[in-house]
């Protein structure tokens, strides 16, 4: 089953998260990302969060198409987007994808990033996209990378070392290396073959694709 969450930071791209909200079953939105569901004429099955985001013709704009509110206390101890992306674990999606995750408040932004490591999403496929970019989290033993030839891709350890690190078609080969974290050693990578892929020992990689060169970005 897959899901899309709106999130309340920036959307840069918003065909592509049109596209993102009609292939998925179910669209939820993180407090204020309905707001942006709503310009984008989306309506969200669920909104989840404190709801301090959304004014009383939001709301009842919303309720009007028939959304679902999940409300928590202001003070508590998960971001809207935590509570949003365990309510879409908690719905048995197979598939996460957010948006609206980055921009904004900059230790948001980091926050959001971490999420991708929360226990409670362990087999679940989960997509943060901003723009035309896309960062997964990739976990022994590893995966494919989606993408095509000259596309970017950075490997960035989280939360510690990233052990036996081996990549298959990039232009900057690691064979049983390790990435440290801290170091950037591991940006800036481009695909150079049709079948991508990093496979790694331990640790968590965040691996994010840029299409097309990343000289522009």
Known sequence: MRAAIFANGVIENAERAKQAAKNAHLVLAANGGAIHCLRLGIT?????GDLDSLDESDRQTLEVGGTEFITHPRDKDQTDLELALLTGAARDASQITVLGAMGGRLDMTIANVQLLALPELNGIQVELWHGDQTAILVQPPGDRIVGSTG???SLIPIGGQV???TTQDLQFELTDETLDFGPARGVSNVISG????????SGELLVVHTPGSLSRV
Do not use: F, S, T
């Open 44 to 48: 969200p099955a669920v909104v989840v």
């Open 151 to 153: 596309d970017g891709i």
């Open 163 to 165: 052990r036996d690190i």
């Open 194 to 201: 049709p079948n991508p892929r990093v496979q790694l020992g």
